[in-house]
């Protein structure tokens, strides 16, 4: 007999018990485990730890059923007190109860990695009590978190293969790695946010100052590395923040053209309106000795073609 096991609470099946009956179950596992009891006497020592309901109970279903034989399966005492006591209400449909165990709203993937796994042992202990067993529930499990993974970037990793074809412990590889990557995002979170006000900062000051330290959006790219896998989205989000706020401050000390252009001047009447090309078109003058009636390909004045003359009146292309 070992001196560190320690016993566990009585059950009594009320609500002064301090833990569930599953907890309770896992203590007592554990104590009959650690004090090393004989399988034939562990129901005895079973008993002797329960009062009130949660015994009448036992004693009444042992005695009214003889089919169930404790000192050869001491675990009939948890299944009838679980049957009884637990929180758990047992469906006479255990296998549609756990194929619909779909994500909650805003649950994680770890957490309803977790949640599936219990919902397969209710329903495999379900089947036990009916006749039946589930094949294998851990590949039960694992299909439906692919096929209901509530991360997105996970579940893109997902459709690498067929859902069948992923095995538990490669999902929970990859939930390892998730939680291993949130960490290191999360660590990196403040320095971005130290990035983000010092380039904000620094905007402001170009603002007045006129002018810009080009050698600010350096450091960005150390967060972007740090970010894992499920959060790219976020740290484009930080990276699109930094950029438009470079953006801006470039855009403020953009210098205007020192040489504005002129303003167009038709060098046949002198009018900023139009240009000559334009005059020569609406009056249908000639390119060359700037008269209407021909094109310059048919003209054949001997008139030198440095240019028009000033316009002197409408008279002039009559």
């Not at 549609?96 to 709203?105: R, S």
């Not at 329903?123 to 299909?143: F, V, Y």
């Not at 390909?297 to 316009?311: I, L, V």
């Amino acid at each position: 007999m070992q001196s560190d096991a320690k016993e566990p609470p009585v059950y009594r099946g009320d609500s002064s018990d301090k833990f569930g009956i599953r907890e309770w179950e896992e203590l007592m596992d554990t104590y009959l485990r650690k004090r090393g009891i004989p399988l034939a006497e562990q129901h005895q020592e079973i008993l002797s730890r329960l009062m009130g309901k949660a015994k009448d109970v036992v004693r009444v279903t042992l005695r009214c059923n003889s089919a169930l034989n404790p000192v050869e399966n001491p675990k009939v005492i948890m299944d009838i007190l679980k049957q009884h006591f637990s929180d758990v209400s047992y469906s006479c449909m255990p296998l549609a109860d756990f194929y619909g165990t779909v994500p909650l709203a805003g649950e994680g993937p770890v957490e309803y990695w977790v949640r599936l796994n219990k919902a397969v042992d209710l329903a495999e202990e379900a089947l036990k009590r009916l006749g039946r067993r589930m094949e294998d529930p851990c590949q039960e499990a694992a299909m439906m978190f692919v096929k209901y993974c509530p991360d997105p970037t996970l579940a893109s990793v997902f459709r690498l293969k067929a859902p069948e074809k992923w095995t538990a412990q490669e999902i929970q590889e990859q939930l390892d790695r998730y939680q291993t990557e949130l960490k290191e995002q999360m660590s990196m979170k403040p320095k971005c946010h130290a990035t983000t006000r010092r380039v904000t900062a620094h905007v402001q000051t170009s603002h007045e100052a006129d002018e810009v330290d080009v050698g600010s959006p350096a450091e960005p790219d150390e967060c972007s590395r740090a970010s894992p896998t499920h959060t790219v989205q976020s740290d484009d989000n930080c990276m699109r923040t930094l950029i438009s706020l470079l953006d801006r401050a470039l855009s403020q000390n953009v210098q205007m053209p020192s040489h504005q252009p002129q303003s167009k001047l038709c060098r046949v009447c002198r009018s900023h309106d139009h240009s000559t090309v334009t005059h020569y078109r609406r009056e249908r003058l000639c390119f060359a000795c700037f008269q209407p009636g021909h094109s310059k390909r048919d003209c054949t004045s001997d008139r030198p073609r440095s240019g028009p003359t000033p316009f002197r009146g409408s008279s002039a292309l009559n």
